[in-house]
């Protein structure tokens, strides 16, 4: 609950046990990523408990794709996911970037209790997409952000957003495969910029390929049989 | 050799009708006739009157009486409508087993006893079966269940021991096994009593289990017992409070004790629910209901949860008062009720191999209930693939807990392609190449299907939008998919042109065409634009819309 402030080890102590996770939890407390998009993140991956903006892109250049491929890898490996406030979900998308859509829960409309809905799923999922409304106060941001970081969650608002870890903003999107009235799109390529905080403060760039590389990547033929065959049978004697 | 047990039947002539009067409202006193496979399964004394008899075909019976009503046969109505009957029994005496729809038995002692004699028992029920269903039935006892449904069609009640002489004056079409009594017939036997008289080994020998058991019953040693219906078990537990709740916590207590109460009746029965309905009256009278499903068995503590989750949702709901929402309370509540629903046998459960998944998944049901409670059920949905030619129609979102079956049969996954980028061909639809679904030889291919990647961004209901050429025009398909010009420029409600780079198209979707109201008719379009974004166009009827967005 967004209203509730957690004060010290008395509201911790008033937490049924097992519902709270340390964030310094030893082992799992990195989420996998996409390979090519760990270069951009300081830990290599989602760090439980921290916060990673996607930058709003009013031109539809591709960040939708990114909070895709941000999740695929965590989903695959078996994190819970949940997106808040996306009507516009594209789930088979979501499913050809390798989401476990069965444990991916999204609420389409949260309405004016985005920061609870937010909040409530921070307690219990892994990975939370919000996408930011408008009328966000720096306050309530900051309680998620905290909340997220407590709970060992990985928050990632899709939208303005103050004070991330980590902020990626799609730069330039180019998209392959459409001719003049032939083809189809085939594979887009994102350059994502990040900066942020601590770690993460010089900023970086990468360019990927979405769909990645291994759906185009090019197999190798068959093995080339060696030259030098060793001899089968060989007649050693006369027959005769 | 024990006598058998000493049955009451109850027969309610002529059932068929009678339901059909009480449930689709046919007059019974007309000429009426239930017709089953093009033959009278029951008429009224009316159509009897006539000549109508079961048995005979649907021409014959109109035959015979031409004002005759004609009803199908419905076996689900038939019981549906015995039900209060067999309440009402139930009601005077213990132990009711339902034989048919219209003819229930029970064991004659009890009700003898309590209303003092056979004859006062009969009364009884019959008085009450007529008062509260407004049914006429009729009564008889005799030992054993067949002689006692003989007796009821006479109404008789047959003293102790009598019935063997009872059962002899019948003729042997009364067994009911229309084979046997034919063939006993034809050897020149043509009462139970002469059946009867055969030694039982003969019997046995000669005709078979089936016939020896037909000749215990005529021989009035009808010895299957009672089977007599259970009631189903209340399972629903409720609580009045003087002091109405309205403080979560408070209410959070309350609904723990009867989530509790709830769980241990659930278990006495060996028995686990899967949906659980909350009802909730407030002190100002209303009444405030929600089911909470869930696709695993609930414990105590899940039930308990719900509770305190919706209380809270509705207690809060109540404070944030929204003008036009009217299932926030006025008041506190004064009375609650948990009623289980989806009953399942009590199996356990399965945690999961490793421990650790177990815990996580339930920790995001937690939440995802959390934010049902907030919002409601459907407000937290999951997405589950099928079949289907747009990205709306592939994807059915079902609200969280529900069952998670496709909207049409089918995968909309394409098997990765390993060929690289250039094998896949350039036409959605075209099954060549290394792009080709993964359906299985039963899954139907929903040809015409875009090929990956999917649109990461799909529009629930498509936008409008309009599309020119290099000279300023619409552009328009023919019916033979001829461009009226190349695409240039496309234009969404409220923003400035946007110059189209690169486009693909027109693909033909002709959809349900063989049902009128659903049918629907496009050409699709993939179009690049200078900024980087691509679009899914789609033109039906001459016009233009935005059905997806590659983000």
Not at chain 2, 211 to 236: E, F, I, N, T
């Amino acid at each position: 609950m967004a209203g509730r402030r957690v004060v010290g080890a008395t509201a911790l102590s008033a937490v049924p046990e097992g519902l709270v996770r340390p964030a310094s939890e030893p082992t799992g407390h990195i989420l996998p990523v996409l390979p090519e998009l760990s270069e951009l993140l300081p830990s290599r991956g989602l760090r439980r408990g921290s916060t990673i903006s996607v930058a709003p892109d009013p031109a539809r250049r591709g960040s939708s794709s990114l909070v895709l491929a941000l999740l695929a890898e965590a989903s695959r490996a078996g994190a819970w996911c949940a997106v808040v406030g996306v009507p516009t979900f594209g789930a088979v998308a979501a499913a050809e970037l390798g989401i476990a859509l069965d444990r991916l829960a999204l609420v389409p409309r949260p309405g004016p209790e985005w920061a609870t809905v937010v909040a409530a799923l921070i307690d219990g999922v892994d990975v939370v997409v919000a996408a930011v409304p408008p009328a966000l106060t720096a306050s309530v941001a900051a309680r998620l952000a905290a909340r997220a970081r407590q709970r060992g969650a990985v928050l990632i608002p899709y939208g303005a957003w103050e004070g991330a870890d980590v902020t990626l903003r799609v730069v330039r999107s180019t998209w392959e495969g459409l001719g003049q009235g032939r083809g189809r799109l085939r594979r887009r390529g994102l350059t994502i910029s990040a900066c942020g905080r601590g770690a993460a403060a010089r900023p970086r760039q990468v360019r990927i390929w979405l769909p990645g590389d291994e759906a185009t990547r090019v197999v190798a033929g068959p093995t080339p049989r060696r030259v030098a065959r060793r001899p089968s049978l060989r007649l050693v004697g006369d027959a005769a | 050799m024990t006598r058998p047990v000493r049955t009451l039947l109850v027969w309610c002539p002529d059932w068929p009708v009678i339901a059909a009067e009480i449930v689709d409202g046919v007059p019974a006193t007309a000429s009426v006739a239930v017709l089953h496979a093009n033959r009278v399964v029951a008429c009224s004394p009316a159509a009897w009157a006539h000549g109508v008899r079961r048995g005979l075909r649907k021409r014959e019976a109109q035959e015979r009486s031409p004002e005759l009503l004609l009803i199908d046969h419905d076996p689900g109505r038939d019981a549906r409508a015995f039900e209060p009957v067999v309440a009402a029994v139930e009601e005077v005496a213990a132990g009711v087993q339902v034989l048919r729809p219209g003819v229930c038995a029970l064991a004659a002692r009890g009700p003898a006893r309590y209303f003092g004699g056979e004859e006062q028992a009969a009364e009884q029920i019959v008085e009450h079966i007529a008062q509260v269903c407004a049914v006429e039935s009729q009564v008889g006892i005799a030992d054993g269940v067949f002689a006692a449904g003989l007796a009821a069609r006479v109404g008789r009640i047959i003293p102790p021991g009598e019935t063997p002489r009872f059962l002899a004056e019948f003729p042997i079409e009364a067994l009911g096994r229309p084979d046997l009594a034919d063939l006993l017939r034809r050897l020149g036997l043509r009462t139970l009593g002469d059946f009867a008289a055969l030694p039982a080994a003969d019997v046995l020998a000669r005709f078979g289990v089936e016939a020896a058991l037909a000749h215990q019953l005529a021989a009035g040693h009808d010895h299957r017992p009672l089977v007599p219906r259970r009631p189903p078990p209340k399972l629903d537990v409720a609580d009045t409070y003087d002091e109405p709740l309205d403080r979560v916590d408070v209410a959070a207590f309350a609904a723990r004790s009867l989530a509790e109460r709830l769980h241990e009746r659930l278990a006495a029965h060996g028995l686990a629910c899967t949906r659980i309905g909350i009802e909730a009256v407030t002190a100002h009278g209303q009444e405030l209901h929600r089911v909470w499903r869930h696709d695993g068995l609930l414990t105590a503590a899940a039930i308990a949860d719900r509770v305190r989750w919706q209380l809270e949702g509705w207690l809060c709901g109540r404070r944030r008062t929204r003008p036009g929402v009217d299932s926030a309370p006025t008041s506190g509540i004064v009375r609650l009720r948990l009623v289980p629903d989806g009953i399942v046998a009590q199996v356990g459960l399965q945690p999961g191999l490793w421990g650790s998944a177990g815990a996580e998944r339930e920790r995001a049901h937690r939440a995802f209930h959390r934010v049902q409670g907030l919002l409601g059920p459907e407000s937290v949905v999951t997405a589950v693939l099928g079949g289907g030619r747009s990205p709306v129609d592939q994807v059915r979102l079902v609200p969280w807990g529900d069952e998670r079956s496709p909207a049409r049969p089918g995968c909309p996954l394409w098997r990765s392609s390993t060929g690289g980028g250039d094998a896949p061909s350039d036409t959605p639809g075209s099954q060549e190449g290394a792009d080709q679904p993964a359906w299985s030889g039963t899954a139907p291919p929903w040809p015409g299907r875009l090929p990956p990647p999917a649109p990461a961004l799909v529009l629930p209901t498509p936008l409008p939008a309009a599309v020119y050429d290099t000279t300023g025009a619409p552009v328009a398909v023919t019916a033979r998919l001829e461009l009226s010009g190349t695409p240039a420029q496309v234009e969404l409600p409220g923003q400035d042109p946007m110059e189209i780079v690169g486009w693909a198209g027109p693909w033909p979707l002709d959809e349900r065409w063989w049902a009128p109201d659903e049918a629907r008719r496009r050409a699709r379009f993939q179009v690049g634009l200078a900024d980087g974004t691509a679009l899914l166009l789609s033109l039906a009827t001459g016009r233009w819309w935005v059905e997806a967005i590659y983000d």
